[in-house]
Structures are given as structure tokens and as C-alpha cells.
């Protein structure tokens, strides 16, 4: 092959292993002859790279080795040594060319580049694939169903903000990542790192073209085979999600529209009042001194430093809104002072002066958060503004940045980065619509790559710099995102709407961003825009009680719809679901645990627990917390029952622990006050008294709820540190485990102990009265429900740094 394709080009000289490498011309891609379409300039000779990372995943690169291009600035693994075997064989055909990576214990192709022309232009690149399946996950952000529509849809990526407009129109964030599930029930992904404006185009063959109008074809191919194990391989690519601090887990209110300091006060006492768990009080850009970041108005929120101190009196919790717009209008404005001192804003195309657009407080310019002079900044503005407010985190909005004018307040200089040849079907009609010039320029290039960036940008140097000034873990919730930005922050789901089609289609929301790595995700509960309605309230704060993140805002001037407004029988609905939520609150940070250390999924479908079930590829109405607690809300109006699906296995009903007689479809009551939760046998869910927040939960006891398995097993585990610490080495992991009418406990010390015992073991699908029931050899009561065939234990007092084992017989 010629010097211009090798490994040192892109990988560096170490790697010299597990390498195909070719090198094409433009002219060979399908027909041996030019394509007609010129778009731009044609790159006449490219290299393919195609690199076994390990044993079930696959990298391959198509770049231009004459001419250095812009590549996506995230930090991705090296490859450093050959993996010992591959599940996978690469063949090329040379006319047409192509290539196709095939699933070398099945015979399956997962990718085959000969579904299309292949197009290597300066400002156009294209490539297509067949896929195995019709079942395709992901690619986002949209609001659309779980499983992608494959007649011709068309999905754009390019970071925008507008809302929550339903179908493949381009929304917050930007992630080109798909889960396919095979005929079989094997699950591959596929990840294309580039982040230009693009579009993908699924065709009922089935196949998958990609557009996109910059960088270079950077591809990653996930072999599963489990769709789980997908997530996991692409998430130690792009970088597993943060642990969040354990108070993050609690319920969060805000909204637009609280007008002082004192009116948010009287929200937080009305739901201790009514005794409705909540540890997080937000405001939204009311609170500002003129919508001025990093400021608090002095008149009407005078009392913000002492609402934060009673919430930390009270166990609780506070997060402000920021926006990146910095306005410019006042030059005795420090945050914008300080940055032009240091460079720290974007740039015009075509001088060396702060681009200006204009957002809430009018002129502003934006940070560049690509420049290492800006990360600092930031810090020292954090810094700064917690010297005044004492934050615990930050909502991060307006970040794709939104403008409200196109480009900037004097225009844009005509360039083809403005008006390029080919435009992916975006919002608006063009690339500047409602956010800045393309040609804006960074410390690292322009704005015409970086776009979709931004607003991860901004999340990194974020939840860096209040790690720095609180030093310990803290929230940053975002609402433009890209891959990797789950290793620092959540993200909600942007502007919905207050109607019930909204609430249903939270569910596919949450399930793709924990597809794309980033698991920390909610909606806002009761809906954002417009005016909520009682019965919808209560079924979506029943359902946003189990979205990983939990909060409930909504706009200004709609009616009130946190849980202490709408009646006093909403507020005891409200209470009785989030204490459930609250009781299960160990098993979520195990969790979340889970997909820090190993990149699992923390809400998923139920396709991805059973892939071999084809009737789950299509249910978005349901969702399990990991792979043993299933969630079936309510989301029709007016309705008192759910017409459920119980894949094929066992499961127990939740409140009664009575196991359901059959699988398939059921229905099942759901009176106004709940919501049908169902346990799968084989697992252990640990749970705790709950309380009002999760710092006094978490000094109450543990139980274990515990679902026998057809064969009578079950497993199960609990993570535990403080809940806040940085990389803290100090915790407690334990294992539960049941064979043979035997529960165990297996505990890892990690120097965390926690002061609170296991009070209660329930046992469900004890098929019949025991004789006798021991703790550690000791003979203790035991109530039996014959009804119900659950085995209750109470009374107990075991320590969870210590084994413990139970029998029954």
C-alpha cells in the first residue's frame, strides 16, 4: 500500500497489529466511473483503516493522507497491544468497492458498505450500509419511538435549539450511535465520531445512509452480542457516566416563574408541609440581576443566600440556572471584563473581536470553551458566584448555543462554512438559524466543526470547575449534549409540552440517553410549556418518579404544578409514590454504580433484557430500573387500567409480592393513586426506610425484597460510600446470593460503614410454610402469607459489613 496509508498516520508507531489497510480513489467507489455529483472538492485518494480494538470491537477511519482534516477533539482509548481472537472477519470487494464486517460465530454481515455510493468530498461525505434488522435504537436527539421508523426516515443531527418538535428534526444534542438487534436476538452498535451537521436516512431494504458535510468517516462497530454489552463497549470508548452524589437521586422542583427568593421559599415549606420527599430546590434565570450570569437580584431575591441556607439546614439541596451569552452592555460586568482580558470568547470569522449575538439579557458574547485560558475563567467565575450563593450544582441551558439572532448582530461574512453546498435537512433551513456564525472561531478551529460541541464543551469546564470549588461531587445538568458528556453531567429533555403524548414519549427519551451513555435523564414531570391538567399531573409525577433523574418545571405564567399545589389529593399521591421511589433509592445508586465502573444501562428497555422476545422491540410504554425492576405507567387519559407485557419469565407484584400466573399480555388495575411496579424473579432488591430526603433515608434501615427465581435463586448487590466524596476510596459493596433455601451476604470492606442494619427480608415464591426459618444459625420468627406464598422476616438487626445467612426449611 502506498506510505500515505499507514498505521503511524493515525494511530501512532506502536500499533502495527490487527490492521487491514487500503487506500481507494473516488473514482472506484461504486461504478468504476465519476459520480456526477460535485459538490465541493473532491478528495481523489483516501485510506481506509480498519482496527480490532479488542475482542467485539472494531474501529475503521476513512481519511484524506494528503491533507490533514478536522477530526472530533474527544478523548478516545489507545490502542496499545492485539487482542487475542476476534469475533469478527473484514472482506473488501474491489468493483464496486466496499467492504463488510461480518460476525464471525454467526455468518451475520453487520456492516456493508456496498448499499450505496461512497462520496469523499471536502464539505460532502456519504457512506451507506445494509443493516440485518429492522430493529435499529438510537440515533439522536429526537423525540420519536424507541425503535427507529426505517421507511425512509430522515434524522438530522446538529445541535439546535427548538423545542421539542416530534419526528427526526434536529433538537439539543447530537448522538450517532445505533443499537441492532439481529434476527437471531444478537445485538451489534455502530458510532460514527464526527460532529458536522449530518443527517441519516433509514430505508426499508433495510439500510442506513449517512450524510454529513465535514471531518472524516470515523467509525466504530460494537459486537454485543447482549445489547447491554453494547452500550457497555461503546461507553469505554467515549468514557463511562459519572457517579452522581446520592442526594442527586432525590426529587427536584423548579420552575419559571418564581418571582422572588420569598415565593420559592414558600414552594419548599408547603412541600414539608405535606411531607413529599424532595432534596433539591432550583431556580430558573428569574433570580438574575437582569438575566446578568453569575449575579442574584438584590431586590427580589435578596433572601436567595438564606433560602440556601435553610435547604442545607434541612438536608436539602440548591441549583441555579447559568447560560453561557455573557452579556456586554456593561463594562463594569466583571465575568465579561475578565474574559476579554484573557481571550476568553469566541471570535468573529473575520476579525479578532467577540462575536456578538443577543439572548436574555440582550448583547452578549460567548465563552470558547474549547480554549484552556476560558476553563479557567469559568472556574474563577464559579468561584466566584458560589462566594456569594453557596450552589451544590448547575443547570446548564441555552447551550448550542442558542442566539436570537441568526449569527451574530452585524451578520456573517459570506463563506462557503455558512452556506455550504449540501445543508442536512436542519431547523430553520440553514446552519446559523438561531445560533452563531459557522465561521466563528475557537482556540481549535471553527465554529462550523465545533457546533455540536459546544454545549458538551461547556458541560466539561463546568463540572470540572465546581468539582474544584465544592470538592466533592456535584450535578451539572445539561441540555445540549454529545458523546462523552455522561462522564460529567445528566441532561433533561428539554421544552415539552404539558399533554399526554409528551409524558408517553419521555419514555423512548430516557431509554435512548441510556443508550447513549448518559443515564442521569428526566423530563420535566407535568410538562413544561402550557397549562397541566390534575389527572396528568398525578399519572406523570407517578411515572417521573422513576426517571433516573426527577424533577418536576414547568414555564412562566402556566398554572402551578409542583406536587403541594394541586390539591391535597395530588400531595398524598405525590408523597406515597416519591417514599416508594426514595425506599428503592439503594438499588438506584447501585445502579448508576454499575454504569460508572462498567458502562450498564440504569433504565432500559425491555428488549434489551430479552432480545430474543421480537413483541418487546416495540414497547416504549414500559421500562425496568437494571434488569429487575419493571415500571408500567399509566399514559392514557382517564384510564385505570395498563394493558401490560411480562416478557417470558417470572415476575411478583411489587406491593403484594404475589407472582403473576402467566406472561404475555396483562391488565392490570391502576387506580388514580398508583402506579404498577413488578419485581423479575432471580433478583434482590435492596431498599430503606425511606424519608422526606435522602440524608435522614439514609441513616434509616435496610430490607431486601427478595424474588425466587422458577429454580428458587436469586441474585443481588448493593453499593454504598457517603454519597458525595470524589473518587472516594472508602465503600461497601455486598453481594446477596439465594440457593437452596439460603440467603447469603458477601460482603468487599472498603472502609465505609454505615451504622444503619437489615431490619427486614421479604422472600417471594416460597412455595410453601417453612418449619423453621435461622438467622446465623439462631431460630428467629417468621410470617408466611399462604395466599401470597411471601416468607417475611422481621426484627433483625444485621450488620452489612458482616456475613449473614438465612435459612429457611
Not at 399521591?573 to 438499588?587: G, Q
Amino acid at each position: 500500500f502506498p506510505k500515505q496509508c499507514t498505521t503511524e498516520y493515525k494511530f501512532g508507531p506502536a500499533v502495527t497489529t490487527n490492521i487491514f489497510i487500503t487506500r481507494f480513489s473516488f473514482f472506484n467507489f461504486q461504478t468504476g466511473r465519476r459520480i456526477p455529483l460535485q459538490l465541493t472538492t473532491i478528495v481523489s485518494n483516501n485510506c481506509i483503516i480498519i482496527l480490532g480494538i479488542e475482542t467485539r470491537s472494531q474501529r475503521f477511519d476513512i481519511y484524506d493522507p494528503n491533507n490533514k482534516r478536522y477530526e472530533v477533539p474527544v478523548e478516545t482509548p489507545e490502542v496499545t497491544k492485539k487482542s487475542s481472537e476476534q469475533d469478527y472477519l473484514v472482506s473488501f470487494t474491489h468493483y464496486p468497492f466496499g467492504f463488510a464486517i461480518t460476525r464471525k460465530s454467526t455468518g451475520r454481515v453487520l456492516f456493508n458498505s456496498t448499499a450505496g455510493a461512497m462520496i469523499f468530498e471536502d464539505q460532502f461525505l456519504q457512506l451507506s450500509t445494509f443493516l440485518p434488522s429492522t430493529n435499529i435504537f438510537g440515533l439522536g436527539e429526537h423525540v420519536d419511538s424507541f425503535r427507529l421508523n426505517t421507511t425512509w426516515q430522515k434524522l438530522v443531527m446538529f445541535a439546535r435549539d427548538g423545542g421539542t418538535p416530534y419526528g427526526g428534526i434536529n433538537l439539543y444534542g447530537v448522538h450517532p450511535f445505533y443499537v441492532n438487534i439481529e434476527p437471531d436476538g444478537n445485538a451489534h452498535g455502530v458510532f460514527l465520531l464526527n460532529s458536522n451537521a449530518m443527517e441519516v436516512i433509514l430505508q426499508p431494504t433495510p439500510a442506513l445512509t449517512y450524510r454529513t458535510i465535514g471531518g472524516i468517516l470515523d467509525f466504530y462497530i460494537f459486537l454485543g452480542p447482549e445489547p447491554d454489552s453494547v452500550v457497555q463497549q461503546y461507553t469505554e470508548v467515549i468514557g463511562r457516566p459519572f457517579l452522581p452524589p446520592y442526594w442527586s437521586l432525590g426529587f427536584h422542583l423548579c420552575r419559571w416563574g418564581y418571582e422572588t427568593s420569598n415565593q420559592t421559599q414558600k414552594i419548599v415549606n408547603k412541600m414539608r408541609q405535606y411531607g413529599i420527599p424532595q432534596d433539591v430546590q432550583w431556580n430558573d434565570i428569574d433570580y438574575m440581576d437582569n438575566h446578568f450570569d453569575f449575579t442574584y437580584d438584590s431586590q427580589r431575591f435578596a433572601g436567595l443566600p438564606d433560602l440556601v441556607n435553610d435547604l442545607h439546614e434541612h438536608n436539602q439541596h440548591y441549583i441555579p440556572i447559568t447560560d453561557p451569552g455573557i452579556p456586554n452592555s456593561d463594562p463594569s460586568y466583571a465575568p465579561y471584563t475578565e474574559g476579554l482580558k484573557v481571550g476568553a470568547f469566541v471570535m468573529q470569522p473575520d476579525s479578532d473581536e467577540p462575536l456578538v449575538g443577543k439572548v436574555w439579557p440582550g448583547n452578549t458574547v460567548f465563552p470558547d470553551f474549547f480554549n484552556p485560558k476560558t476553563i479557567q475563567y469559568w472556574q474563577e467565575q464559579l468561584q466566584n458566584f458560589h462566594g456569594k450563593v453557596n450552589i451544590d450544582g448547575l443547570w446548564i441551558d441555552m447551550n448550542e448555543p442558542s442566539n436570537f439572532v441568526d449569527g451574530s448582530t452585524s451578520g456573517c461574512p459570506k463563506s462557503t462554512y455558512e452556506t455550504p453546498p449540501y445543508v442536512p435537512g436542519v431547523m430553520g433551513g440553514h446552519l446559523t438559524a438561531k445560533t452563531i456564525c459557522m465561521g466563528a472561531r475557537h482556540a481549535n478551529g471553527i465554529h462550523y466543526n465545533l457546533h455540536s460541541l459546544y454545549g458538551h464543551s461547556e458541560l466539561i469546564a463546568t463540572a470540572k470547575g465546581l468539582r474544584n470549588v465544592l470538592n466533592k461531587r456535584t450535578l451539572v445538568i445539561s441540555r445540549s449534549t454529545f458523546p462523552s458528556s455522561g462522564k460529567y453531567g445528566g441532561h433533561w429533555l428539554g421544552d415539552n409540552n404539558s399533554q399526554w403524548p409528551d409524558m408517553g414519549y419521555s419514555i423512548p427519551g430516557i431509554l435512548d440517553f441510556n443508550l447513549f451513555g448518559i443515564p442521569m435523564v428526566g423530563a420535566d414531570i407535568c410538562g413544561f410549556n402550557g397549562n397541566t391538567q390534575k389527572e396528568l399531573c398525578t399519572r406523570w409525577l407517578q411515572l417521573g418518579a422513576f426517571y433516573p433523574f426527577s424533577r418536576n418545571h414547568n414555564t412562566k405564567g402556566a398554572t402551578p404544578q409542583d406536587p403541594a399545589s394541586l390539591g391535597d389529593d395530588v400531595a398524598a399521591i405525590a408523597r406515597k409514590t416519591f417514599l416508594i421511589r426514595y425506599s428503592l433509592l439503594p438499588y438506584l445508586y447501585t445502579l448508576f454504580y454499575k454504569a460508572n465502573v462498567q458502562g450498564s444501562t440504569v433504565a432500559r428497555s425491555l428488549v434489551f433484557e430479552f432480545p430474543k422476545e421480537p413483541y418487546t422491540y416495540s414497547i416504549q410504554s414500559q421500562f425496568l430500573w437494571g434488569p429487575a425492576l419493571l415500571i408500567s405507567p399509566v399514559l392514557v387519559q382517564s384510564s385505570t387500567q395498563v394493558n401490560a407485557y411480562f416478557p417470558n419469565d417470572l415476575w411478583y407484584d411489587f406491593y403484594t409480592g404475589k407472582a403473576l400466573s402467566a406472561h404475555g399480555h396483562i391488565t392490570l388495575d391502576a387506580p388514580i393513586d398508583k402506579i404498577n411496579l413488578h419485581i423479575r424473579g432471580g433478583y434482590i432488591i435492596p431498599m430503606q426506610e425511606p424519608s422526606t430526603t435522602t440524608a435522614e433515608s439514609r441513616k434509616n434501615p435496610y430490607s431486601l425484597k427478595v424474588a425466587l427465581s422458577s429454580s428458587g435463586d436469586a441474585v443481588g448487590d448493593l453499593y454504598l460510600d457517603d454519597g458525595e466524596s470524589l473518587n472516594t476510596k472508602e465503600t461497601l459493596i455486598v453481594k446477596f446470593a439465594v440457593q437452596s433455601k439460603t440467603l447469603t451476604s458477601s460482603p468487599t470492606l472498603g472502609g465505609y460503614t454505615p451504622s444503619a442494619k437489615v431490619s427486614n427480608v421479604t422472600i417471594l415464591g416460597v412455595m410453601s410454610k417453612p418449619s423453621q426459618v435461622s438467622v446465623n444459625g439462631n431460630q428467629t420468627p417468621f410470617d408466611y402469607d399462604s395466599s401470597s406464598m411471601v416468607l417475611r422476616l422481621g426484627s433483625l438487626s444485621l450488620s452489612l459489613v458482616d456475613k449473614f445467612l438465612i435459612k429457611w426449611q
